[in-house]
Nanobody, 125 residues
Framework: EVQLQASGGGKVQAGGSLRLSCTAS????????ICWFRQAPEKEREGVSC????????YYERPVKGRFTTSSDNAKNTVFLHMNSLRPEDSAVYYC??????????????????WGQGTQVTVSS
């Protein structure tokens, strides 16, 4: 059974940083793209970033490009989302998701069969 466990959320002031983690089990980690999504209240879930674990290629959506980076620790089956220069509009529940399809960008959430449970990020002004 594939399981994703997201963690690391919290409350931070604008301009601060957080690091989210997504630990996967039940899958061959190298075969997957691990992506981050977020959902703010009354808004649709939106893509944030993806990493192809095999070659560490990464993709970022425009709102976070230059501020967020994603990386992986293959030995621990864990992907990280390093979030810097956080803004109040980054506040949301952050989810990690996995797909065996090699990522060339962040696709629609319906394309990801496996999801973590979400972790809350709150950025105050």
């Amino acid at each position: 059974e594939v399981q994703l466990q997201a963690s690391g959320g919290g409350k931070v002031q604008a301009g601060g940083s957080l690091r989210l983690s997504c630990t996967a089990s039940g899958l061959r980690f190298d075969d997957y793209a691990i992506c981050w999504f977020r959902q703010a209240p009354e808004k649709e879930r939106e893509g944030v970033s993806c990493i192809n674990v095999r070659d560490s290629s990464t993709y970022y959506e425009r709102p976070v490009k230059g501020r967020f980076t994603t990386s992986s620790d293959n030995a621990k089956n864990t992907v990280f989302l390093h979030m810097n220069s956080l803004r109040p509009e980054d506040s949301a529940v952050y989810y990690c998701a996995a797909s065996r399809v090699v990522a060339s960008g962040v696709r629609d959430p319906s394309n990801y069969p496996y999801w973590g449970q979400g972790t809350q990020v709150t950025v105050s002004s």
